[in-house]
């Protein structure tokens, strides 16, 4: 009897944990290679306040150039923005890191009966760091992210998570630029 009483809490917990659940931290990875060298791919990405070789931004801004604190405005392409700031930055090893602090909504939606505001990147916390590296004649380039879905409640299994927000949605978004931007660095390189 005292064996069942201890396992009645470890029991509880479980099946709370099979009810909800809160985001998963969600990663991505994508890589090119680029038939050009690597200083002339670093040479294309290394102005953290130039994002002119990623399709979807119309237009950047950066206070403080490729000091770690800048914080960069990035205008996309649809008139949404999202605000960056630069995290670390190494221009002998060809990297920078940087964190997205604020974007503005794509959209609202009713989920549960309350309204939400979809972020023109439907993901939460995300981190990111991109680097390029020498081999040979050519360069690889590494995008690689971190961060959450964009609703970052508790899923309720009687109304799920909404499609907008969930972690397909910022995967697909996630890789979509990552796959579009590395697309175009590499076009611009190989002129």
């Known amino acids: 009897m005292k064996k069942n009483l201890l396992l009645l809490p470890a029991l509880l917990l479980a099946a709370s944990a099979v009810s909800a659940h809160g985001p998963v931290r969600q990663k991505a990875d994508e890589k090119i290679t680029i038939n050009a060298p690597a200083a002339k791919v670093w040479g294309i990405i290394k102005d953290y306040g130039d994002m002119s070789w990623l399709p979807a931004v119309k237009n950047t801004t950066a206070d403080k150039a490729n000091t770690p604190g800048s914080i960069r405005v990035l205008t996309l392409q649809d008139g949404g923005s999202i605000t960056e700031e630069l995290k670390k930055y190494d221009a ?26 979809v972020p ?3 993901v939460d916390n995300y981190t990111a760091n991109i680097d390029v590296e020498a081999q040979g ?7 690689h992210g971190a961060y959450y879905r964009a ?8 109304t799920n998570e909404p499609k907008d927000m969930n972690e397909d949605a910022a995967n697909s978004a996630v890789k ?3 796959t579009s931007g590395l697309a175009n660095l590499k076009i611009l390189a190989e002129k």
């Open 92 to 117: 002998d090893k060809m990297s920078y890191g940087y964190k997205i602090t604020e974007m503005s909504s794509a959209k609202t939606i009713t989920h549960a009966g309350a309204e939400l505001k």
């Open 120 to 122: 023109v990147l439907p």
């Open 137 to 143: 004649d050519t360069s690889v380039v590494t995008w």
């Open 151 to 158: 609703y970052t409640n508790n899923i309720d299994p009687k």
């Open 176 to 178: 979509a630029v990552f």
